[in-house]
Each structure stands twice: as C-alpha cells, then as structure tokens.
C-alpha cells in the first residue's frame, strides 16, 4: 500500500546532527517509502542551522522549512509542523538522534497493522541525570492518578500518528502545546513500543532538564485536571477541622485546670502554616486562571516567517 509519510523535526541550534540524523534517517524512509517529506520546523537559530537546512533541501526537494518570526518554542514548532504536513501518516522525533530513526520502520509497520498512534516508549534512559529522571517518573505517577485521561510514562513526543489523529489534535486550538496529553485526548487506537533511548548524538540540549519536565508536569496536571482545585479546597477544610480540634482541646484543658504553653511560638507557627496553604492554593488558582487567559487571548500559536518546499 503506498503511503505518504511525513516526518515532522522541531529543530533549534542543531547545525551539528542535523547531517548525521539525515544520513540515518533517508535510507530508512526509502526502505518504507519513497513518497515522504522531512519538514523541520525552525524556530531562529545563532548558528548555522538554517543554512545546513538549505543546503540539503538543494539535493532533495524533499526536505522542506518552516521558519517562525521569533522563537516560540519546542511544543509549538511541533504542531505547526504537523498542520503544514499533507501525509497519510505523521511522525514526530528530534534531530539528535535520541529519538532512533531505526525504529520508523517499525513503527509503520504497527500502523499497518491498524494502529493510529504508535508511542516508543523508553525502557532506558542514557545520558540523563538521575534528577531529571525522578521528576519525570513521578510527574507521571501524579498526573496518571489526577488526570482525565491516561498519559503512558516514559512517552515523548516521539510518535507516529495518522492523518485523522493529526487533524483532531490541530482541530484541538489548544494553546499549551502539550502533545502527549493532546494525543491522549483524541484518543483512537494505540500501541506501544518499548525502546533503549541513546543519548544525544552532538552538542548540548537546548531545553532545561529540570524547569523542563516540571514545566510539562505542570501542564499535564493543570490542563487535563481540575484535581488540583478540589485538593486546595480539601487543605481547607481539613486545616479548619485542625484548628477546631486544637480549639477544642485548649478549652478542656483550660477548663479541667491542665496548665499548657501558649503565646508566641503557636501563634508563629499557625500563622506560617496558614499563611504557606493560602498561598499555596492562590498559587494553584492562578495557574488555572494564567491558562484560561492563554486560551481566551487566542493569539496565534506560531507566526511563519518562511517556508521552503510547501506549495502554496
């Protein structure tokens, strides 16, 4: 059956494994197909990335560019590169090859098979410090037990996905760029794939390990779960039984003639602890409120300054 596939490169300051990524990677896609598409979507780079783009869109017409006007980030230059790409199935992965292009074969093949979305999932994690791996286990045993939909760990945004699945999640207009929690939303038939991920082929990462994944911790809680309110409202409650109970335990023993402490140290430590749950569950209301005003704004998710190899 013959397939037009798309591979969708969100790419920033990648001049050095872009050239390695595309020598793995364009055998492989002949093997599957010879009707595919490799579009890179650039946000503005320093370096030489751009022009490394270019010089090899000038032997195949096949590698394509999308531009932004500023940098807007990894999430949103994926899904702008998913809405520009016409194939019948779409697969997302990074250019330093942590993302191995190996496994695209297999992966059509489960498409083959009737599958919509096929997610690799990391069964080892090289080259990763032991604090990014923590966050990232435990983001997801949280927002798997407090989300509406069920997110697979140790998934990224590594994944194949048909055309149907690709324009529900654009159809979404959702401004946070979560694409494993979008994914999940739209739901279809999926499969996964365990996989050693390597580690990164050149260079240094250009996302922040650590504000990174809570980051994308954040918007796995805070966009597909309410549980978070109903948590602070649960403090709430349970921090005024507390002071009741204490109240209550201070009137018995006043009236039973109990000498007890009181004065300032209980009075400094209520106040903190009821002052640090106030914040707290301000904290969490403003992070509701700050992605209400994201949607509600509806600025565009990306600008394109530029493309090259999209017709018009």
Not at 5 to 21: C, D
Not at 155 to 162: H, P, Q
Not at 181 to 201: E, L, N, S, T, Y
Request: hydrophobic share 45%; charged share 25%; net charge positive.
């Amino acid at each position: 059956m013959k397939v037009l596939l798309s591979i969708v490169i969100p790419v920033y300051q990648e001049e050095k494994n872009i050239p390695e990524f595309l020598r793995h990677l364009r055998p492989i896609l002949s093997g599957v197909t010879e009707d595919y598409e490799i579009i890179f979507s650039l946000d503005p780079s320093p370096d030489r990335t751009e022009e490394v783009i270019l010089e090899y869109r000038a032997k195949d017409d096949r590698i394509k560019l999308l531009k932004f006007s500023r940098r807007f980030g990894q999430p949103m230059a994926t899904l702008a590169g998913m809405e520009y790409s016409r194939g019948d199935v779409v697969i997302v992965m990074d250019v330093d090859l942590q993302d191995p292009p190996e496994l695209v074969t297999t992966m059509v093949e489960k498409w083959r098979e009737g599958y919509d979305v096929v997610l690799p999932q990391r069964r080892a994690r090289t080259g990763e410090p032991w604090l990014k791996k923590l966050v990232s286990e435990t983001g997801y045993k949280v927002i798997n037990k407090i989300a509406d939909v069920k997110i697979p760990p140790n998934t990224g945004d590594f994944r194949l996905m048909t055309r149907r699945v690709v324009a529900e999640i654009v159809r979404l207009k959702e401004s946070h760029g979560f694409l494993r929690g979008m994914v999940a939303v739209v739901g279809f038939k999926q499969c996964i794939i365990p996989f050693d991920r390597p580690a990164r082929f050149a260079g240094e990462t250009n996302y922040n390990r650590f504000l990174g994944s809570l980051r994308i911790g954040f918007n796995g809680i805070f966009c597909f779960s309410t549980y978070a309110l109903s948590l602070s409202t649960m403090a709430g409650f349970a921090i005024a039984g507390c002071s009741f109970s204490i109240a209550l335990a201070y009137l018995i023993m006043k009236l039973a003639g109990v000498p007890f402490p009181l004065g300032n140290p209980t009075i400094v430590i209520l106040v903190l602890f009821l002052g640090g749950i106030q914040l707290i569950s301000v904290g969490i209301l403003g992070e509701y409120i700050g992605r209400i005003y994201e949607e509600v704004r509806a600025r565009p998710k990306f600008i394109v300054e530029r493309t090259e190899g999209f017709k018009p």
